[in-house]
């Protein structure tokens, strides 16, 4: 079965041979746009994730990532990554390990032997501090990214060490740390039944408030007064909101 994603070959090009990411000051324009429309088998995404190429779980319209939420078309794929890190950093200004999870142990969670469609490393995991992306492949694909972000979301909540950082939409991951960088490939997906299971839950619940689409004016119509004043956080972007909850400021594709 073919599922929805996008691919970004030419990024391969601009990114640093030992970090396998784009260094600071690099050209990110060739992460940012690039993406080719996809419907690929788990196996053809193992393929090309393996040449370092990078994956987005959207049709993006031109094949390029715009702000808040837009340029969105449909997914295919729920993507989970994995880095075993703690929030913040020690007095050095390094990362913390939290370590969580390692690939073996992910397989062998229920949503994994159920789901998973395709692992693969990280290109920042080390023989000591595992890094990995968990690929669930979506039978239905979701136009909505409200729906999109709380469902991935909600996955994260089954997978330890997940980072709820890289949940926003649509998030551009690099590809594998190198050809030997593929975990696993199955051909598991979550279903439609499931898919709708989900997004009639999701229509139940209050929707989390939003400025990502409003105006200034709207913002302002829309905010209630009450006993304490006005709740100036709802008014600041969803990238800001990120910052001050303490998410990193550089990029975590």
């Known amino acids: 079965m073919n599922f929805v994603c996008s691919i970004n070959k030419k990024v391969a090009k601009v990114l640093n041979e030992t970090t396998g990411k784009i260094s600071p000051g690099g050209n990110f324009q060739a992460f940012n746009e690039n993406w080719k429309a996809c419907r690929l ?3 053809q995404v193992a393929d090309e ?7 987005c779980a959207w ?3 031109e094949g390029k990532r715009q702000r808040n939420n837009t340029g969105l078309i449909q997914a295919g794929m729920i993507i989970i990554d994995i880095d075993n ?4 950093k020690d007095e050095d200004g390094n990362k913390i390990q939290k370590q969580e999870l390692t690939p073996e142990q992910a397989f062998e969670l229920d949503i994994c032997k159920k789901y998973l469609s395709l692992a693969y490393d990280s290109p920042s995991t080390t023989e000591t501090w595992p890094r990995f992306r968990l690929v ?13 972000q709380w469902f991935t979301r909600e996955i994260c909540k089954a997978i330890p060490g997940s980072d709820i950082r890289a949940t926003q939409c649509p998030n551009l991951f690099y590809g594998a740390k190198n050809k030997n960088g593929i975990l696993k490939v199955t051909d598991n997906y979550i279903p439609a039944t499931k898919i709708d299971e989900a997004y009639a839950k ?9 400025s990502d689409t409003s105006s ?4 302002l119509n829309k905010v209630k007064l009450g006993g304490d004043g006005l709740v100036l956080l709802k008014l600041v972007s969803q990238k800001v ?3 001050l909850a303490g998410e990193e400021v550089d990029d975590r594709s």
């Open 41 to 43: 088998t788990p196996q």
């Open 202 to 210: 999701y229509l139940t619940l209050p929707q989390e408030y939003s």
């Open 59 to 61: 049709h993006l319209v």
């Open 216 to 219: 200034p004016n709207e913002l």
């Open 85 to 88: 890190q703690a929030d913040g």
């Open 136 to 148: 669930f492949c979506l039978e239905k694909p979701v136009l909505d990214p409200g729906f999109y």
């Open 241 to 243: 909101r990120g910052v």
């Open 49 to 55: 994730v393996a040449e370092k190429h990078g994956l």
